[in-house]
């Protein structure tokens, strides 16, 4: 065994990431004076607004994040990640890759703690015991149906790990507490059409200028606890079998 442990991930500092944005404000629009035709353009997409929350109730994670667009004047805004996960495939896609990372670095990382000096008062008749906590570094995840991809599209994800090992008799036992964290830009981006209706980005761009919608930030956390079992040979020796750790939301029915 090496040690070495995947740069994709480092000690957990208790720090969210830094993120920057795509606003229109860094594509050279400016702010102006409201008239007659953002208030019509309001009005309009209010009412398509009221609208979709009746006719299409499947859009309620999109129509609750243009809802705050409209009237949430900037404020950073929570979305579910939980229910992306019980909801949308590419949820369910990237909780499954997130317990497959998670279980190979905490083999991973704590092949490295068994290679290091050993722990204080770590040892007992109930084995050696270890404990860290570890983050990935950001990367992104996307939706796949209509009602995710409105109200979060392609975001930024990033994972944290709390992990107790109890090594005895050759082998280690796994306890995981892990929180997949989410952040996202909401604006629209001119150039750009809705997926599914064809309606054009500069249409809501202009109310960001005018000051009828407003960007904003967006954020989502999903805690999740799973344990394992893994011999002491090195992580890339390792069969775990995360499927099986895996547990979806029964909203999903799978």
Do not use: C
Not at 138 to 167: D, H, L
Request: net charge negative; aromatic share 12%.
């Amino acid at each position: 065994s090496s040690g070495a442990v995947d740069s994709k991930w480092s000690a957990n500092d208790g720090k969210d990431p830094e993120f920057g944005n795509d606003s229109i404000y860094k594509k050279g629009w400016k702010d102006r004076p409201a008239d007659w035709k953002d208030l019509k353009r309001l009005l309009k997409w209010d009412a398509m607004l009221t609208g979709a929350k009746t006719a299409a109730p499947h859009l309620e994670d999109a129509t609750a994040a243009y809802q705050h667009f409209l009237y949430g004047g900037g404020d950073d805004f929570e979305f579910d990640f939980a229910e992306f996960i019980a909801e949308d495939s590419g949820g369910r896609s990237a909780y499954k890759d997130a317990v497959k990372e998670v279980t190979f670095a905490a083999v991973q990382w704590d092949d490295a703690m068994r290679m290091g000096p050993p722990e204080p008062g770590k040892s007992s008749a109930g084995g050696t015991q270890r404990s860290f906590s570890i983050e990935s570094k950001p990367y992104n995840v996307g939706s796949s149906e209509e009602n995710w991809t409105k109200a979060v599209g392609t975001f930024t994800m990033w994972i944290e790990a709390e992990v107790q090992v109890v090594e005895k008799d050759g082998k280690r036992q796994f306890s995981v507490q892990m929180r997949l964290n989410g952040y996202d830009f909401y604006n629209f981006n001119p150039g750009q059409e809705d997926v599914a209706t064809g309606a054009r980005d500069a249409v809501n761009a202009e109310l960001v200028v005018a000051g009828v919608g407003d960007e904003f930030n967006q954020s989502g956390t999903s805690d999740h606890q799973f344990g394992f079992e893994a011999t002491l040979g090195a992580a890339e020796r390792q069969f775990v079998p995360s499927d099986k750790l895996v547990e979806f939301d029964q909203r999903t029915g799978r």
